[in-house]
């Protein structure tokens, strides 16, 4: 069992940037290490679409609309990910939620709340 929290989310203004955290915790029992961590966001009236995720290698994937914009990147030894979001637009308005992989089963947290205004 994989407990996700997320934390970081708040208000910014366009141009503004934030820094979104999310820690697993796993149990002690486990012989197996969390795999993928990603970011995912909803926004008011859409599907939940992904923002970027990252391997325990590093390696990386992002949606198109948050390329050159925000970076993905994680510590493996603490089993967490941030997501360091620079030039925020109203768009980027969304709950976004922390996604951890351990073996065939995936995890989610409960979500943190960001808000871009004008």
Not at 11 to 36: E, H, P
Not at 79 to 108: F, I, P
């Amino acid at each position: 069992q994989v407990q996700v929290v997320e934390s970081g989310g708040g208000l910014v203004q366009a141009g503004g940037s934030l820094r979104l955290s999310c820690a697993a915790s796993l149990s002690i029992f486990s012989i197996v290490n969390i795999g993928d961590m990603g970011w995912y966001r909803q926004g008011p009236g859409n599907q939940r679409e992904l923002v970027a995720t990252i391997t325990r290698g590093g390696f990386t994937n992002y949606g198109d609309y948050v390329k050159g914009r925000f970076t993905i990147s994680r510590e493996n030894a603490k089993d967490t990910v941030y997501l360091q979001m620079n030039s925020l637009k109203r768009e980027d308005t969304a709950v976004y939620y922390c996604n951890a992989r351990l073996g065939s089963g995936q995890y989610w947290g409960q979500g943190t709340q960001v808000t871009v205004s004008s």
